[in-house]
């Protein structure tokens, strides 16, 4: 028996009691589930220790979320913020990935069941997958109202906002008037800040001369959000000077105002002046977010949304071999739960290289604390604000934290290839006004479109000015 098979044996020998079909002498296996920023870090971080690693994902790519908005207004196209996983580990002799699905989780026998129909045992186990949409219970209003977590909801949402724009012109040309050109975005966080300032940059700048029977600078851009103000998770001078950005950009922000239904082409909601439809070409979703299933499955303790309780070794309670990181997992640290952002995610997924790396010498396991630094969000065209933390503390706001959004993300992109053609694509949006990957592909239908050139308002509300 050689020195390194003498460690692991000695290490991962209790674990491997309940496995006796298992080799002892084989390395740990650590099976990852989910390509998001957790688990790329996970799978990256653990490439020097003496583990197998198993990256399981239902999808072949890992995608850099924070942009995935610039692919939904057509700015980028999908290739130029998603890798293949299988591109990013092709280097680690010690990880495989299989382009699969976690169906169900026997954590007494460490074992996964994939939609495959195969199953794949463990010695640890890192749940990555994330968060999807939440509609509060109101789950009909998904096809009417996408939301953007994926390459398929940018590509449905860039579809749908290109297409209200040609409907406009063929209505016009064949009967001589249109709908009015709402789009309506529900939800005042990052995501929504970011699309309707995207979507405003789209109408006022970028398709100003490209149609001859329409004027896309007069269409209009509302947001609505229930909470006291736009950003609330960021500092009240931020989100202040982030409203009067939006308001130069003609962006109409109506908060406190919450939506109650939403149907083909309308929105309808409760606000300080009562109830209020808001005709809308298209309406896009970006009010919640509900963690993946799969913690579900577990059978740990879960928040209201749905995340898996984790201690600071980012265990479930009873569960020391499986580790549940990124948006899928509720941790405290201070009194306050750790955000559901991408910053978190990667820092969980390199700690737990660490606290592997403990167990496999006999350590005590070093507890996890985020480190933050800083938040930013953009807000159209050469604006964005950002809240630092380090390497110094500030607000910034306007070009200067722009400046700053560029740096970070193309710092944080995976792949030379990508940095590059983001860049030369931004630069050539922003110098030419212009935008390379404007295309329409699927249905030509948009929901409501039809009804809104002869239906009036749902009884009992009043339409908007």
Same mark, same amino acid.
């Given at each position: 028996m050689s020195r390194l098979h003498e460690r692991l044996n000695s290490a991962v020998g209790e674990r491997l009691v309940s496995?006796?079909?298992?080799?002892?002498? &084989?390395?740990?296996?650590?099976?990852?589930?989910?390509?998001? /920023? %957790?688990?790329?870090?996970? #799978?990256?971080?653990l490439a020097h220790l003496p583990v197998e690693v198993t990256l399981v994902d239902r999808r072949n790519h890992h995608l850099f979320q924070p942009l995935l908005y610039q692919v939904a207004l057509a700015v980028l196209s999908p290739a130029d913020i998603a890798q293949p996983i299988r591109t990013i580990l092709r280097k680690q002799k010690n990880a495989e990935v299989l382009m699969d699905e976690v169906v169900a989780i026997d954590a007494s026998e460490r074992r996964l069941t994939l939609a495959s129909?195969?199953?794949?045992?463990?010695?640890? &186990?890192?749940?990555?997958?994330?968060?999807?949409?939440?509609? /509060? %219970?109101?789950?009909?209003? #998904?096809?009417?109202?996408p939301g953007l977590k994926s390459v398929e909801d940018a590509l449905e949402i860039r579809r749908r906002v290109l297409l209200a724009f040609e409907l406009a012109e063929r209505q016009q040309v064949e009967h001589g008037s249109s709908p009015p050109l709402n789009f309506v975005v529900i939800g005042g966080g990052p995501t929504g800040v970011e699309l309707v300032g995207a979507i405003s940059d789209i109408a006022q700048l970028y398709m100003r001369r490209d149609f001859r029977h329409i004027e896309p600078a007069k269409s209009r851009v509302i947001l609505l959000d229930g909470a006291p103000r736009v950003l609330a998770t960021y500092p009240e001078d931020l989100s202040a000077k982030a409203r009067a950005t939006l308001a130069k950009l003609g962006v109409e922000v109506y908060t406190h105002t919450k939506v109650n239904s939403v149907g083909p082409g309308w929105v309808q909601a409760e606000g300080p002046n009562g109830e209020?439809?808001?005709?809308?070409?298209?309406?896009?979703w970006a009010a919640g977010v509900q963690a993946s299933p799969l913690g579900k499955m577990l059978g740990a303790?879960?928040?209201?949304?749905?995340?898996?309780?984790?201690?600071?070794?980012?265990?479930?309670?009873?569960?020391?071999?499986?580790?549940?990181?990124?948006?899928?997992?509720?941790?405290?640290?201070d009194g306050r739960q750790i955000p559901g952002v991408a910053q978190p995610a990667m820092q969980m997924g390199d700690h737990i290289a660490k606290i592997i790396s403990a167990d496999l010498a006999g350590r005590a396991r070093p507890a996890f604390r985020y480190f933050d630094k800083g938040d930013m969000a953009t807000i159209g065209r050469l604006a964005a604000i950002a809240k630092v933390e380090w390497p110094f503390k500030a607000h910034l706001s306007g070009f200067p934290a722009w400046i700053t959004w560029v740096t970070v993300h193309i710092f944080f992109l995976?792949?030379?290839?990508?940095?590059?053609?983001?860049?030369?694509?931004?630069?050539?949006?922003?110098?030419?006004?212009?935008r390379g990957a404007r295309l329409i592909t699927g249905s030509q239908?948009?929901?409501?479109?039809?009804?809104?050139?002869?239906?009036?308002?749902?009884?009992?509300?009043k339409a908007a000015d």
């Open positions: 496995q006796p079909d298992r080799d002892p002498y &084989l390395p740990p296996r650590v099976v990852i589930v989910g390509g998001g /920023f %957790g688990g790329i870090h996970a #799978a990256r971080a129909g195969s199953s794949l045992t463990y010695d640890f &186990l890192v749940l990555a997958t994330g968060a999807t949409h939440s509609y /509060f %219970g109101q789950d009909e209003w #998904a096809p009417l109202a209020t439809r808001y005709d809308a070409a298209v309406t896009l303790p879960l928040d209201p949304r749905g995340c898996v309780l984790v201690n600071d070794r980012l265990n479930p309670t009873g569960l020391n071999d499986v580790f549940v990181i990124g948006d899928l997992a509720h941790l405290e640290q995976i792949g030379f290839r990508n940095r590059l053609s983001v860049l030369a694509n931004w630069a050539w949006t922003y110098f030419t006004f212009t239908t948009l929901p409501g479109w039809k009804e809104r050139t002869t239906a009036g308002s749902p009884p009992g509300a």
